[in-house]
């Protein structure tokens, strides 16, 4: 019996021609790629000559977004509920207010410091020892402060994607028969080749597809 009867070949599986080549190899130490999962990793280059190899490409592009699009319905319930939750900023806000009146406590406190010392007599070495301490509190508090920032910064556009994916998808055909570059613009984020030539397909909403 041939064992190859049966086989389904998987459309979101490529092996690449002989004359593609790599590029920003990552293979001696894992890089995270947009601030995901540090892996080990190489981007491919195929020249367009290949077209053979281009077609399995954009065919397997065209399976994702067909397998993604056949859950429509489960990926935007999905969609919005990352958005709510992870890119939810109550709890940081509420951090940074706390930061923010920690600093002006700790301003308030270095000025009636300098004062003091403008108007009573008192060692300075103990005048310096308290203001390096009163500034290193201030500077903790900054830091955390900026560090909040940034998170809060990085929630909102990940939310503002999302809820662009979420616009874009409602809009998009349940499925293509033909590659669509738009599609590929506005939906897919990355591509990664695995080892064995399945590709997973990351989408601007965090979802992946793994063939």
């Known amino acids: 019996m041939n064992n190859n009867t049966n086989k389904v070949s998987n459309p979101m599986k490529v092996i690449t021609g002989p004359d593609t080549r790599w590029s920003y190899a ?20 195929i020249p367009k000559s290949d077209t053979k190899t281009v077609a399995k490409v954009k065919a397997a592009i065209e399976a994702a977004y067909n397998d993604l699009m056949g859950n429509r319905s489960t990926v935007l319930a999905d969609c919005e509920l990352i958005r709510q939750t992870l890119c939810d900023t109550t709890a940081l806000d509420a951090e940074m207010q706390q930061e923010q009146d920690e600093m002006a406590v700790v301003s308030e406190l270095m000025q009636a410091h300098i004062k003091k010392n403008a108007s009573v007599a008192q060692s300075q070495e103990a005048y310096a020892l308290e203001s390096e301490r009163i500034e290193k509190r201030y500077n903790a508090a900054f830091e955390h402060y900026t560090a909040l920032e940034t998170e809060k910064e990085k929630r909102m556009r990940k939310s503002k994607e999302i809820k662009t994916f979420i616009t874009t998808l409602k809009k998009q055909p349940l499925a293509i028969n033909e590659w ?18 399945s590709i997973v397909f990351r989408f601007k909403s965090g979802k992946e597809i793994l063939a």
């Open 26 to 45: 990552n293979v001696w130490e894992a890089k995270s790629i947009n601030g995901g999962t540090p892996k080990f990793s190489v981007s491919l280059i």
């Open 180 to 197: 669509n570059e738009r599609l590929w613009i506005t939906l897919l984020d990355i591509a990664i080749v695995q080892r064995d030539g």
